[in-house]
């Protein structure tokens, strides 16, 4: 087995240019919990949305990012991925640069393409991509340049992505960037120098799954949070050590996919055919306990995380072709739920009183965040085909990456 490949380039460790304003860094935006607070509610929701502009990209499920008045997209054309930056107010191309990557799909994953399916992750000038075959790649955001690049196919001995390839997006936290890399059987939650591409730590030897990592501080102790393929594991961020683990495994059709939501000191766990979980980290006496606080099993979430807004959580469950629900997190108790066949799955942002879900069918529904019941404010067509990217709320505007395109909307002044 031929060790892996870090490849730094001329000038990687010198300084990049100063970090414009992080709007919408990666994966559910700031804090990793889908709340746009940047997006400004309109006092009365138009009829129609406005068509800014819109650029062919390619394939692939990862959001968009937004840094001062630029845009990042990762995609793929062909047999290469992609890494595009444009203007945010016109969409004309600033940068655009591109690796070759071929990958077959996994049996039963076809119809979700090639990838990729991570959402690319920037912090202090940089942006990290993660391919559908697990390579990370560093990028001047400002010019696009390759800083460095890391390439862990070859480590494990089948392989560095787990059936349907790569889905897990990678965080930042301070000089760290964390990702569990591996495959379906081994793995390893690993933290790298952003700067350098240089292994900071690496914990346990669990297979990867198709969740991502949360940066969250439980009893005062910040820590990665990562649904792995066996367990949900609380890890030192700074030091990568093991701090708790509770059995949640991948087995069969029942996938480990959605990132969990973290509440006021609990984490709320959902996966497909196993409902929803509350459980609760605690810190006694030096030693780490997990208790579960409660089970519901009415709903379940599949491939879509679920959101907090106003104390409760918004979701979609894939009971009865899909329904979207509200849940009280205090003790599971099921507030409404939405007619069914909503779809295959439902990306989810929380907004000042309402929340903004979007079907995988092109479909924007503005939904009141109410726990009274379920009432769609809005509705809008913001896509001809595919939407399994998580969209992005800006002040006044909305990103929509679709099959092949990636479109501005515009809700109006």
Request: hydrophobic letters at 40%; charged letters at 20%; a positive charge.
């Amino acid at each position: 087995m031929r060790p892996f490949l870090l490849l730094a380039l001329a000038g990687s460790l010198t300084p990049v240019l100063p970090a414009a304003e992080l709007v919408w860094p990666g994966l559910l935006g700031p804090r990793r919990d889908g709340w746009a607070e940047h997006f400004k509610v309109p006092a009365r929701w138009p009829n129609q949305l406005k068509k800014d502009w819109s650029v062919e990209v390619g394939t692939g499920y990862g959001t968009p990012l937004v840094a001062g008045q630029r845009v990042y997209q990762h995609a793929r054309q062909g047999e290469d991925e992609v890494v595009w930056c444009f203007d945010l107010a016109s969409g004309k191309q600033i940068w655009r640069k591109s690796y070759n990557n071929p990958f077959k799909v996994g049996g039963g994953g076809e119809r979700h393409g090639k990838g990729p399916k991570s959402c690319p992750v920037m912090a202090d000038g940089r942006l990290f991509t993660l391919s559908i075959t697990g390579m990370i790649h560093a990028w001047d955001a400002e010019s696009g340049s390759l800083l460095w690049r890391k390439d862990y196919r070859e480590k494990w001995e089948k392989g560095n992505q787990p059936n349907w390839g790569v889905s897990t997006s990678p965080i930042v936290d301070g000089e760290r960037l964390i990702v569990h890399l591996g495959n379906d059987e081994a793995g390893a939650l690993m933290a790298f120098n952003v700067k350098s591409g240089r292994e900071v730590w690496k914990q346990g030897e669990h297979g990867t799954s198709y969740s991502s990592p949360l940066l969250v501080e439980i009893a005062g102790v910040r820590q990665v949070v990562q649904w792995n393929h066996e367990t949900l594991a609380g890890v030192a961020s700074r030091t990568g050590k093991l701090l708790w683990e509770y059995p949640a495994p991948h087995r069969s059709h029942n996938q480990n996919m959605p990132t969990p939501v973290f509440h006021e000191g609990r984490i709320l766990l959902g996966g497909e055919n196993r409902g929803i979980k509350c459980l609760e980290p605690l810190l006694k006496d030096g030693k780490w306990s997990v208790s579960r606080l409660w089970h519901q099993r009415k709903v379940a979430l599949d491939m879509s995380t679920a959101v907090i807004n106003g104390d409760h959580l918004y979701g979609m469950s894939h009971f009865k072709m899909g329904q979207i629900f509200c849940l009280d997190p205090r003790d599971g108790t099921i507030r409404w739920l939405s007619e069914g066949r909503i779809g295959q799955n439902v990306a989810f942002l929380a907004l000042n009183g309402h929340v903004a879900a979007l079907r995988s069918n092109g479909e924007l529904r503005i939904i009141a965040a109410d726990p009274g019941g379920y009432r769609v404010r809005a509705s809008y067509r913001v896509a001809p085909d595919q939407t399994w990217a998580p969209p992005v709320l800006l002040d006044r505007s909305i990103l929509i990456k679709d099959l092949n395109r990636l479109t501005l909307w515009s809700f109006g002044s």
